[in-house]
């Protein structure tokens, strides 16, 4: 079995449809204009749909989206260009698991890290 999309209810569908451009590299294969649907294409097949929200109930504590990368010097450089462009964005953090650091995008988590080695 392979999964074949997200859906992510968001506030603002063509700001987030340029936030998941701009840091990860999605393609938009739907209409760009459009303020109630974006479907993206990622690397891997994967498929993430953003669809403007109907109500306002906030998402779960501790819900979030993770992306992995390379090395850590990717998570620092994307630390650094999203809180240049003004995005809530923590420290970045080493730990057992790896490097990382989190991003807040319309109300949820954005993780960019990469695992510990071994």
């Avoid at 995005?87 to 057992?96: D, I, K, L, Q």
């Amino acid at each position: 079995m392979q999964l074949n999309h997200i859906d992510l209810q968001v506030t603002d569908v063509v700001r987030s449809a340029a936030f998941f451009a701009r840091y990860f590299g999605f393609r938009q294969t739907s209409n760009p204009a459009s303020p109630a649907i974006a479907i993206l294409a990622g690397d891997g097949g994967v498929v993430l749909v953003l669809q403007r929200r109907t109500d306002a109930a906030p998402w779960p504590d501790g819900f979030h989206v993770g992306f992995l990368v390379e090395d850590a010097a990717t998570v620092h450089a994307f630390r650094d260009a999203a809180h240049a462009d003004g995005c809530e964005v923590s420290p970045v953090v080493t730990n057992g698991r790896g490097t990382m650091t989190y991003c807040r995008h319309d109300g949820f988590l954005v993780e960019v890290g990469v695992r510990r080695a071994g």
